[in-house]
């Protein structure tokens, strides 16, 4: 791995090196691990941080180059693209519906339930996770075990800059109906979000629960219960009403995931 990690690492740097036969063949390597989920662009760490391979994302970017347009037929359909299909879903344990797809250097862990939906290069995503009717996983996100990922739900991708932390959706989470959470946001294992949150980067996550309002940015803590909210803003034209999200309460701790999930829903009365 460390030899692999130099060629791409140089070749990121001087892409006069991808003309060479043992750079291209590196990053194909990389993009195959990728493919089978022998390495990933991101992976946990002990503590509860994530550790973001920043090389293998360059061999992400590095792939574009050295691929070729090329016409792919599916029956009676027509594609026309550098990436190749993913492939061989039966022997990997995966249900597919059509019409979804993933690209090669995505991978899916066995039990993974695809509806019409898409995931992108580079992601990972694991079993039992079920990818709802035309929801998206971007290139190189992360999602986790058992989570579900509702209708038309939208998870960001992340390529450039390298070092830039891939969206991170983590065991267990329940991602309700049309969704977004891009730019590297991290929800923690359990968390709920209601129909229609919208959280990137600058996104204020408020936590209503105690006397006095607690603000986050970039991370839903573990187990959280968040719905869509605004705030009041002041601008030189008025005050207007801003989106938020408001963590409204916690999602209780059960060795029965499906009905601590079902239990919160009513008792916080959350859309999906």
């Known amino acids: 791995m460390s030899n692999l990690q130099q060629l791409i690492e140089s070749a990121y740097d001087n892409r006069e090196l991808l003309q060479q ?9 990389v993009l195959e691990k990728l493919d089978k ?6 992976e946990p760490q002990d503590g509860g941080s994530w550790k ?23 029956g ?25 797809i993933a690209r090669y250097g995505a ?19 694991g079993s039992g996770t079920m990818v709802d009717t ?3 996983v971007g290139s190189c996100a992360q999602i986790g075990r058992n989570v579900h990922l509702s209708g038309g739900v939208g998870i960001g991708g992340v390529l450039e800059p390298p070092q830039a932390t891939p969206t991170i959706i983590e065991d267990d989470c329940f991602i309700g109906s049309r969704c977004i959470v891009v730019e590297g946001v991290h929800i ?21 629960t105690g006397s006095e309002p607690v603000t986050h940015k970039g991370r839903v803590p573990a187990r959280s219960v968040v719905i869509p909210g605004t705030y009041t803003k002041s ?17 209780k701790e059960s060795t029965d995931k499906k009905v601590s999930l079902n239990s919160t829903l009513r008792e916080f009365n959350v859309a999906v």
């Open 21 to 29: 036969p043992e750079t291209q063949a590196a990053v194909r390597e």
């Open 37 to 42: 989920g022998e390495v990933r662009v991101a």
């Open 52 to 74: 973001t391979h920043e090389w293998i994302k360059k061999a992400v970017l590095l792939y574009f180059p050295i691929q070729q347009m090329k016409t792919i037929e599916v």
């Open 76 to 100: 009676a359909f027509e594609f026309h693209d550098k990436i190749p299909l993913k492939r061989d879903y039966a022997a990997q344990g995966v249900r597919v519906v059509p019409h979804a």
């Open 107 to 125: 991978f899916l862990e066995k039990g993974v339930v695809m509806m019409p939906s898409y995931v992108n290069i580079g992601a990972w995503v």
């Open 134 to 136: 035309w929801a998206t």
């Open 188 to 208: 923690e294992k359990e968390a709920v979000l209601g129909a229609n949150v919208v959280l990137t980067q600058s996104t204020r996550i408020i936590d209503v």
């Open 235 to 251: 601008f030189p034209a008025g005050d207007y009403q801003v989106a938020c999200a408001l963590i409204i309460g916690k999602r």
